[in-house]
């Protein structure tokens, strides 16, 4: 139950781990939630994915949450002429609205919304930033260039538009009907690809409702202008450095990596990174050192949580990806640096019962040293309060909801056991001590610190703050 880790892993299955076997070590070995990429894979593959999820959660008594990350908007040129063409730097190069393959020249561009967006003077990035355009003039189903930076082009590469804000929803048709079917399947997380605006956010919302919990995706530039506001609207939000380090020159990266971070910590929301984290294990058994220290940057920097993807899903080595992903962050938390790192980070304090008791409870628990602090929540909103704070004390979260028990695996710190409510005051100190003992939380006469709401059982109602001791334990 314990992972004697704060920072949370998220892994995504796929071909190289969909299986209750494998699924049962990459938990084992410390993954936290798992990833469902509706990119790919059928609905058939994804019901038993979820399926080998919940048969492993059964198995293990851990909480598991899954996120079904939405594939969004993607925008692609058309087919070629033997499939490939080569572009020469400095040529012309046209893309039009014409259904029919591409050559040298010009090649189909089917989204309208781009040529509502751009203007001359505008970058066009194809194929992952491999191809770049720089557009000379628009027209009303035509987009006149030139090659800045050429390349081979093949059928349905991928466009970016990095400095321009596209007139359309982050929810496509196909996100649409993907949402309804894991929403009805029962994730825990939806992930909302390439989100530009708050209303991207906001449009979700009003279709999950709360059915799941919302994870903002920020890999476009224009995002970051409405940076605040997005990070509000969500749930949490996730840094996600793939289409960010094609809009964005690479060298950015980083420092957006640490401002969203930054920002998402101020305010207590849970922020996840993500992409090429330990890309080399795809093919290795073993990560690169530089790829070591990405993920302790990360760590150090204080995100709730580190994505693993192609690693895990598609990778020869899934297992100890995870295996190494878990000892850095280990490694780096026991660094006493690593606690002065979370501390120079305030998190904004709301005026509130909820929020005082919070940081009692965690300075209570610093000054009598006790074990651990074991919150009761309904919704899940005490917990994170809790772990919004970076208390060096084990966080131990009782609820009797299992989708938030599940929700909560992917929160800093948050160890969600699911348990019946208290019934009175003696049954939540008995409880708290019991539950705090079976899972080695804290030993005989140790101290344990515990917030609750009264009356029991009523969300946003936390209100009570006691120190108890554990007198005695029984396996039962």
């Known amino acids: 139950m314990h992972r004697q880790r704060c920072t949370r892993i998220i892994a995504t299955l796929g071909p190289a781990s969909s299986t209750v076997d494998v699924i049962r070590e990459l938990s084992d070995a410390g993954a936290d939630v798992f990833r469902l990429n509706m990119s790919h894979g059928t609905y ?47 040529k012309e190069f046209i893309l039009d609205m014409e259904d029919k393959p591409g050559t040298q020249k010009r090649v189909q561009l089917p989204h309208p919304e781009i040529y509502q967006a751009v203007e001359k003077g505008t970058d066009l990035l194809l194929d992952d930033g491999k191809i770049r355009l720089n557009i000379k003039k628009v027209e009303d189903n035509r987009i006149i260039t030139t090659i800045s930076v ?74 970051l202008y409405a940076l605040d506001e997005i990070i509000a609207l969500s749930d949490a939000v996730m840094v996600a450095r793939g289409d960010m380090g094609v809009e964005l020159p690479m060298e950015e990266v980083p420092a957006k990596q640490k401002k969203i971070i930054r920002h998402a910590r101020r305010v207590g929301k849970p922020v996840v990174v993500a992409t090429q984290m330990m890309e080399s294990m795809i093919l290795s058994p073993v990560p690169t050192r530089a790829e070591v220290s990405d993920v302790a940057n990360a760590v150090f920097d204080g995100t709730d949580a580190i994505m693993l993807s192609a690693e895990t899903a598609t990778g020869q080595y899934p297992v100890e990806a995870v295996s190494y992903m878990d000892r850095i962050a280990k490694t780096v938390e026991r660094e006493p640096s690593y606690r002065k790192a979370q501390r120079m980070e305030e998190t904004l304090q709301d005026p509130t019962s909820a929020d005082a008791l919070s940081a009692a409870a965690k300075q209570i628990a610093d000054t009598l040293e006790t074990a651990v602090i074991v919150t009761y929540t309904t919704s899940g909103s005490t917990a994170i309060r809790a772990a919004r704070g970076r208390p060096k004390t084990p966080l131990l979260v009782l609820t009797p909801n299992q989708s938030t028990a599940r929700r909560l695996t992917i929160v800093w710190g948050l160890n969600c056991v699911h348990t019946e409510d208290a019934t009175n005051f ?51």
Request: charged share 25%; glycine share 10%; net charge neutral.
């Open 150 to 223: 050429g390349g081979i082009i093949s059928n349905r590469k991928g466009v970016n538009v990095p400095s321009a804000i596209l007139p359309m929803a982050a929810l496509t048709v196909k996100d649409k009907k993907d949402l309804d079917f894991v929403l009805n399947l029962g994730v825990d997380w939806v992930g909302l690809s390439f989100v530009q605006r708050p209303e991207d956010v906001q449009e979700a919302i009003n279709i999950i409702g709360d059915q799941a919990k919302v994870l903002a995706k920020l890999e476009k530039p224009a995002a």
């Open 44 to 90: 058939s593959d994804i019901s038993q994915i979820h399926s080998a999820i919940r048969k492993v959660e059964s198995n293990t008594g851990r909480a598991i949450g899954i996120l079904a990350d939405l594939q969004g908007p993607k925008l692609r040129v058309g087919v070629f002429e033997g499939d490939q063409v080569e572009l020469v730097q400095g």
């Open 426 to 476: 003696q049954d939540m100190i008995d409880k708290a001590c019991h539950i705090s003992a079976k899972y080695n939380f804290a030993g005989l006469k140790e101290r344990i610190v515990i917030t609750a709401g009264m009356p029991f059982g009523s969300p946003g109602k936390t209100n009570v703050i006691r120190v108890a001791r554990i007198q005695s334990y029984h396996e039962e």
